[in-house]
């Protein structure tokens, strides 16, 4: 009886380690995960990233030559976690055209939240 608990105890163990490992989460914040199942949230956080940021600086569509990042895909080059694009939004990039909006957004820091999510949810697959 001994025998066959090890023995089970030893497949159990094998089997836990040899699971396939999961995808993460695109967003790694609760906000921007909370933001992403909202269709409202992500419906203003697209707003204000046509108003704010694709008809000044960023694009809707990756072309080959951009002034500003294009944002839909794996490539960021201030971070990539979505403190890291909270803080480059708020704080802005020096010696670029990229301006810190602080908490300058109508809902305060949860439009902001609401952009990341935005992006989140049409970055492409990494």
């Not at 803080?87 to 949860?110: C, K, L, Q």
Request: proline fraction near 2%.
């Amino acid at each position: 009886m001994v025998r066959v608990l090890i023995y089970l105890a030893a497949v159990m163990t094998l089997i836990a380690c040899s699971e396939q490992p999961v995808e993460p989460e695109l967003a790694d914040t609760a906000e921007v995960q909370t933001f992403m199942a909202d269709a409202a949230a992500l419906a203003r956080g697209q707003a204000i990233f046509e108003g704010s940021c694709a008809n000044f600086c960023h694009t809707m569509e990756l072309e080959a030559e951009l002034e500003a990042a294009f944002l839909f895909d794996c490539q960021w080059n201030q971070g990539s976690s979505d403190q890291d694009i909270f803080n480059t939004i708020t704080s802005g990039v020096a010696d670029t055209r990229m301006v810190g909006f602080g908490s300058n957004f109508p809902e305060g820091d949860d439009d902001l939240w609401k952009v990341i999510a935005y992006l989140r949810s049409n970055q492409q697959a990494c």
